[in-house]
């Protein structure tokens, strides 16, 4: 589009020469009435992946839905969160976990610029919003020289701190800053200029900035020797793809600039809607970027948004708002598990019509899609949103969400589960989910012990309704694959001797694969469901009907108290009793040793790492002595051995050591403690050996993220157990995650030659580096990882005055930008910095505004 049809389109889409497409506040309002019933009393949003302090992003996004759909006062509590009890600074500096120890110096600048934005959208004064200058933060955090002049940044005010942080933001924050300064008429040149840098010659933002080696000199170049890129200069280092959500921010950003009289922006204006334009897909939608290519309602809302605020492409408009209202809850659902759910949006339309039978499955996934859907739906820009021009509260009449009867379901074999979810702030209703009953082969024998592994039996194929969609993402794919391969829908089997047996570890594992995908939920809980059964955990933990006496197995009974963990109102009692039984086999030097004939002997650091985990979600007193049992084993390197019975060693082995830090970074869940809790207790010896465990993973990834076995050929188990350890530890493995869906064959498993059938323990054990991320991030998960590196000195157990002149780790620095990845480490605020793309839909596509 030449620039000159651009300012057409835009004039005649102001005078009314064409018709508008129109929006929909009315779906809008029912959605954001849904988003507001899912805020606590004090107007917080639990955080998926770390309870250290609430969700804040989301919330703010929740704020921009309210508002764009005309039910702004909906969201009041957030803003007198955030404005009026003075707890906005929690989120955009360090200063909300480690209150009252000066790290309040330490500026997110992204998160700024999102709190920038968040005061002018709630009509609260910017310059004084939970008791700062949020216009002066916002600009004081773009740099104004050096290798990072005019990027919004991470930085510190106190030059004690300065080596702690690292400069993490994306072109989103970015976009935030421009948006939310073109609001206050302060147009920032430097910060415009940078973010132009960002968009490739196809019109296309990425998400990240990134760094390159050059033989430049100046102060523009890092003392490393790189420098950052623009778009097109990371294209040969695979730091530039497409991303639909970047670039929808990237032009709702430069579009406000231009209203706010910035000039010479047409031109990347034409090409990045161009770019849009001709993104949408067949059925309406618009998907993200790497790993959320698909199309979505979250991303589909942003994009739709923006072109509405350029006007003239009212057929795509209106396609991607049938789009989002394809997967959104609505009067029809009255009768169904969706009853009490009206107005919320799906991910996508697939995941709406599934939910019909089974309610809604991982709330926070519905509430990031929602909250950017809505702005399609409303269609307002964020310029109209920073500058107050949005419909007023009363301009559509209130929606009604009342649900209706409960609704009256065919008859099961098995007995309904009553839950009770949340209708409206004051309102609540009962939804009756009906769940297929779990094989009749539960209890069956496993595998005689000791004995060779067997072949797996694939299932029966069974009539099946065809697929709405091919699932187009990797993680969708190799998540597709393993549901395919449980018999009866919830176990493996495999043959040995001419005999089928059930696989149980086989079968707990695919839980945990799933829950690091975050896709295949209904499937993952049926098979949590056949693992629970009393005849299953009499088989997998105790023997039955192998052992002579009474037996039981560490190992078995810590993945069952795991796997139980993620549905505790459906098994509380089970998981009580999983923990005694845990508990009975933990010796007093903090081992665990199991009884019976057939009693695993072996003291594998996977073993340990797996009851030490299921201990700490009991909030066992005792689990310290398990973890220091792990301690004393490292390594001089920062690695672990393969067995507990080796100490004193000089290195140890990669995959334990991958493991290990599972156990060294887990803490206890939403439902047990926060995070600074989780805290206390923790030996500077622990926290040190996570930085040393990390470091040695870190060395051995290349630049592309794989690990190489000693044929010098890329080990994609391996891969994906260091990229998943990094993840743990709070490091993006998103490079490992691409190279690990090359693995995938046509079937979406995993294939270790070309030609050959998918492999499916191979496949079960990629799963969550190609998610890049761990169970341990799943919604609903019984532990969390606690820290996030580097580490800053409170985060240390001791946190003291003189941990706090402690320097990070120089491998973090270093290491990264050897591998080309500066924004591999995060702020290391815990888990609240959700800054790095999200691989699976349980984070779909990530905050729409995060740094």
Known sequence: MSTVVAVVALSMASTG????????????????????????????????????????GLMIDLLYAAHASGAGAAAEPVVDYLDDQRHASDYFTWDGLLPGKGFDAIIVGGYAAKVLVAAEVAGRDPRSFGGWDMVAETKAAIMRSGPHKGRVSSYSKNPDFADFVSNDTNIFGQALAVIGLAGVADNDQLAIDKLVTQQCAEGYFRIFFGVVPTTEVGD?????????????????????????DATAMGLSALLAAREAGATGLDAPIDRAVAYLSGAQTAGGGWGGGVLTEAPNTNSTGLVVQVLTQVGGHDAQVDAGMAYIKSAQVGSADAENALAGDIGAIAYNPQE?????????????????????????????????????????????????TTPAATPTSAPTTSA????????????????????????????????PPNTPPGQVVLPVPTPAEPPTATPSTPTAR?????????????????????RTFVDYDGTADVVFALRALGEQQEAADSTTRFLLDPASVAAYAHGVPYEPSPAAYAEP???????????????????????????????????FVDTGKFADASEAIERHVWATTATIAASDSDAGKAVQTLLDRQCRDGTFPVDLSVTGCGTGDLTATAVAITALNAGRSAAKSNSPANREGWSPKRSTALEAAAAA?????????????????????????????????????????????????????????????????????????????????????????????????????????AAATQRVPAWMGAGLVGLGFLLAVTAAVAARLLITRNANRKNPTREVVSP
């Open 416 to 447: 309904p589960v009553t839950e009770t979810a949340t209708a409206t702030r004051t309102t609540t209703v009962t939804k009756v989910v009906q769940r297929k009953p779990v094989s009749p082969r539960a209890g069956t024998q496993a595998p």
């Open 697 to 801: 993973l870190n060395e051995k990834s290349t630049p592309d993220g794989t690990v190489r076995g000693g044929d010098g050929q890329v080990d994609v188990v391996l891969t994906s157990a260091v990229a998943t350890a990094r993840t743990v530890a709070g490091l993006d493995s998103t490079p490992s995650a691409r190279a690990l869906a090359a693995a995938l064959g046509p079937d979406g498993g995993v294939v270790t030659r070309e030609g050959t059938d998918s492999n499916l323990p191979m496949s079960v054990s990629v799963a969550p580096g190609l998610a890049a991320r761990s169970w341990l991030s799943a919604e609903h998960s019984p532990v969390v990882a606690v820290l996030r590196l580097p580490l800053r000195p409170a985060d240390r157990a001791t946190a003291t005055a």
């Open 17 to 56: 020469t064409t018709a508008a497409a129109e929006p929909d506040r009315v779906a809008a309002k029912a959605a954001t009435q849904w988003l507001t019933s899912q805020l606590g009393d004090d107007g917080t949003l639990r955080n998926p992946l770390n309870d250290a302090l609430p969700d804040h």
């Open 352 to 400: 709406y019509q599934a939910a019909k039978a089974t309610g809604v499955s991982g709330v926070d996934t519905w509430i990031r899609a929602g909250a950017q859907a809505a702005l399609g739906l409303a269609q307002i820009s964020f310029y109209d949103l920073v500058t107050g021009n949005v419909p007023d509260d009363g301009e559509q009449p209130p929606i009604t």
């Open 557 to 591: 009974l810590a993945k069952l108290r795991l796997a139980a963990g993620f549905l505790p109102d459906e098994f509380g009692k089970d998981i009580a009793d999983l923990d005694l039984a845990l508990t009975e086999l933990r010796t007093g030097d903090g081992t």
């Open 478 to 498: 190799l998540a597709g694959y393993l549901a395919a391969r449980l018999v009866d829908g919830d176990h493996i089997e495999v043959t040995q001797d001419g």
């Open 220 to 244: 523009h170049v890092l003392p490393n020797g790189y420098k950052l890129s623009t778009c097109d200069e990371g294209k040969p280092f695979d730091q530039s793809a497409p991303d639909n």
